[in-house]
């Protein structure tokens, strides 16, 4: 069992930047993808981005491509979502999540990671 947890969502400006951290427990946290979904109001669930085990490879939806950047800290048992230029329709509750599949690259699909944590508040004003 994975336990997740996000921190650092806030209100923001439009034009400013977060960064989101996630904590993982357990001992095998290199072994998971981790990804960042996020969910506004009447909305499904959306992909943002994915890392690899090791963080060599990162994967973005092209809503936040160029502009969020996802890296991990295994010694940490962390992943990071660095989010810059934020925009009024970036406001959401964001979530990290743990896929322990053997697939060559991390899914962006949301009902194929396993864990996932509370969720964190982001919310940029216009």
């Known amino acids: 069992q994975v336990q997740l947890v996000e921190s650092g969502g806030e209100l923001v400006q439009a034009g400013g930047s977060l960064r989101l951290s996630c904590g993982a427990s357990?001992?095998?946290?290199?072994?998971?993808?981790m990804g960042w979904f996020r969910q506004a109001p009447g909305k499904e669930r959306e992909f943002i981005a994915a890392i690899s085990r090791s963080g060599g490879s990162t994967y973005y939806a092209d809503s936040v491509k160029g502009r969020f950047t996802i890296a991990r800290e295994n010694a940490k048992n962390t992943v990071y979502l660095q989010m810059n230029r934020l925009k009024p329709e970036d406001t959401a509750v964001y979530y990290c999540a743990s896929d322990a599949s053997r697939t060559l690259v991390p899914s962006r699909r949301a009902g194929d990671y396993d864990y996932w944590g509370q969720g964190t508040q982001v919310t940029v004003s216009s």
């Open positions: 357990g001992r095998t946290f290199s072994s998971y993808y």
